[in-house]
C-alpha cells in the first residue's frame, strides 16, 4: 500500500537521522526501510534506481532517497526525501563546525558516534549480502562485480570506467528482443525542468555577486559548483582533490583542519560530501565570523546538493523508459551488478577505518592496498561491533534499538577511557 505525504516524511527523516556509515551504509539503510520492511519499491525498481545514481555525479545515497521520494509522490516526494536525508546532517556538522572554530575539537561527539560506526559495519554487511543475492543472477553478474572490486579496491581503477564498461558488457551480453510499452517521457518537459533547477542552482550566487561582487562567498560558492559535478563515484573520489584545493590553492583550511572535518564527517548522519559545509563554514568564520561562517555554509550547501535535484528530476522519468528495452535494461543489470562490487569496497574501506586507529596505503605496481596497523586495532570498537551483530542478526532487534545500544557503549568507553582515534 502507498503511503501517504506524512507517512513517508516520518520515513525519510528516520533515515535522514540513522543514515551513518557513508554511502554503503546509507544505501544498506534505504533498503532495508524501503523494500524489505514496507515495500514501497520493489527489489528491482530499488536496483535499478541505484545502478542510475550512480552514473550521475553527487552523493549516491542522497540522489537514491530523492528518486524514491519522486517514484512515490512525485516532486514534492522527492523534494521531502532529498532534503530530509540531507539536513539533519548538515545541522550536525554546522553544529560541529561552530564548536570546532570556537574550541578546536569535540572529542565527546567522536566518542558517541565511534559505537554508531561499529553498528553500522554491522548493518552494511547484512545488507551487502542480500543485495548481492538478490542482483547477482547468473555467473557473469558474479564475475562483474568481483572484477569491479579488484578494479577499484587493488588497481584504484576510476569509477566511471568500470561502470561504463560493465554497462557495455550488459548491452551486448543479451540478445535484443521486443521492447515492451514504452514509459511516458516527454522531451519538453524535460527541458523544462532542466532549466528550472538550474535557475534555482544559481539564482543565490547571482544574488550574492550583485550585492557584493568581490565578496569571499562567490569564490566559495563556484568552488562547490564545481565540485558538484565532479563527484562521480560518491565523495572518496573527490575528497583528495577537494583536500588539495583547499588547503594548497586556496588556503582556506590546513591540513589538519582538513583531516579534522573529514573525521568530523565520518562520524555523523547524512554524506560524507557534508564535509564541504564544514570546510565552507571555517572559511568563512575565518574571513568574517560567526554570523560569515553561516553564510558560507548555507551557500556551500545549496551549490553542493541543489543540482542533485537537476539530476533526479530531469533523469527519474527515463529509468523506467529504459526497463522497457531489454538492450537498455541488460546494460543496467550489469551496473547493478559492478556497483555491488563498489559497494563491496566502500564496505572493506569504512569496516577497516572504523576498526584501526591507523590505515596506510602500501603500493606495488599498479597495485595499491589499505594496510591497517595491527598495533592501532581498537577492540572497545570490535566489542561494539560484536554487541550489534548480536543484537541486530541474532536477537532481531529494531535498528534504532541496536544503533542506541552502540552510541551508549561509544559515549561510555569516551567517558571513562576518551575516544577512539579519527579514522585516518
Not at 172 to 200: D, F, K
Not at 223 to 244: D, E, H, N
Not at 310 to 339: C, E, H, N, Q
Not at 381 to 410: E, K, N, P, Y
Amino acid at each position: 500500500m502507498e503511503p501517504t505525504l506524512a507517512e513517508a516524511a516520518r520515513v525519510w527523516a528516520r533515515i535522514g537521522i540513522l543514515s551513518f556509515g557513508g554511502p554503503a551504509g546509507q544505501i544498506a539503510l534505504m533498503h532495508r526501510e524501503v523494500v524489505e520492511t514496507r515495500g514501497w519499491l520493489s527489489e528491482e525498481q530499488f536496483l535499478n534506481a541505484l545502478s542510475f545514481c550512480m552514473l550521475l555525479p553527487g552523493p549516491e545515497a542522497m540522489q537514491l532517497a530523492t528518486y524514491s521520494g519522486w517514484r512515490l509522490h512525485g516532486v514534492a516526494g522527492g523534494l521531502i526525501a532529498g532534503l530530509l536525508f540531507v539536513l539533519p546532517g548538515a545541522a550536525v556538522v554546522l553544529a560541529l563546525a561552530a564548536l570546532y572554530a570556537a574550541l578546536g575539537d569535540v572529542p565527546l561527539v567522536q566518542a558517541l558516534f565511534d559505537g554508531v560506526k561499529a553498528a553500522v559495519v554491522v548493518i552494511v554487511i547484512d545488507a551487502l549480502v542480500k543485495l548481492a543475492r538478490r542482483a547477482l543472477k547468473g555467473a557473469d553478474r558474479w564475475a562483474l562485480a568481483g572484477l569491479a572490486f579488484v578494479a577499484i579496491f587493488f588497481l584504484g581503477a576510476p569509477f566511471p570506467l568500470i561502470v561504463l564498461l560493465a554497462g557495455v558488457y550488459g548491452f551486448l551480453a543479451v540478445r535484443p528482443g521486443p521492447a515492451g510499452p514504452p514509459a511516458r517521457v516527454v522531451a519538453g518537459r524535460t527541458a523544462r525542468t532542466v532549466v528550472l533547477w538550474l535557475a534555482i542552482w544559481w539564482a543565490p550566487l547571482g544574488l550574492i555577486w550583485l550585492a557584493a561582487p568581490g565578496s569571499l562567498l562567490i569564490d566559495i560558492g563556484l568552488f562547490f559548483a564545481k565540485l558538484a559535478v565532479v563527484t562521480f563515484g560518491g565523495a572518496y573520489a573527490v575528497l583528495a582533490y577537494m583536500t588539495q584545493a583547499v588547503v594548497e590553492g586556496y588556503g582556506w583550511l590546513t591540513t589538519g583542519e582538513m583531516m579534522d572535518g573529514l573525521g568530523l564527517a565520518e562520524t555523523t548522519p547524512g554524506p560524507l560530501i557534508l564535509v564541504t559545509e564544514f570546510v565552507g563554514y571555517l572559511a568563512a568564520h575565518r574571513a568574517g565570523g560567526a554570523w560569515f561562517g553561516l553564510a558560507g555554509a548555507a551557500i556551500t550547501l545549496w551549490m553542493t546538493f541543489a543540482p542533485c535535484f537537476l539530476w533526479i528530476f530531469a533523469g527519474a522519468p527515463y529509468v523506467d523508459w529504459i526497463a522497457t528495452r531489454p538492450r537498455l535494461k541488460s546494460a543496467l543489470s550489469g551496473i547493478s551488478a559492478a556497483v555491488v562490487g563498489v559497494i563491496l569496497n566502500l564496505s572493506v574501506w569504512f569496516a577497516l577505518h572504523v576498526l584501526f586507529g591507523r590505515v596506510a596505503r602500501a603500493t606495488a605496481g599498479p597495485i595499491a592496498l589499505p594496510v591497517p596497523d595491527p598495533a592501532s586495532l581498537q577492540p572497545q570498537v570490535v566489542l561494539f561491533a560484536a554487541v550489534s551483530a548480536a543484537l541486530l542478526l541474532w536477537r532481531g532487534m529494531g535498528l534504532i534499538a541496536v544503533l542506541g545500544v552502540a552510541a551508549a557503549m561509544g559515549l561510555a568507553w569516551g567517558l571513562v577511557a576518551g575516544p577512539a582515534p579519527i579514522p585516518g
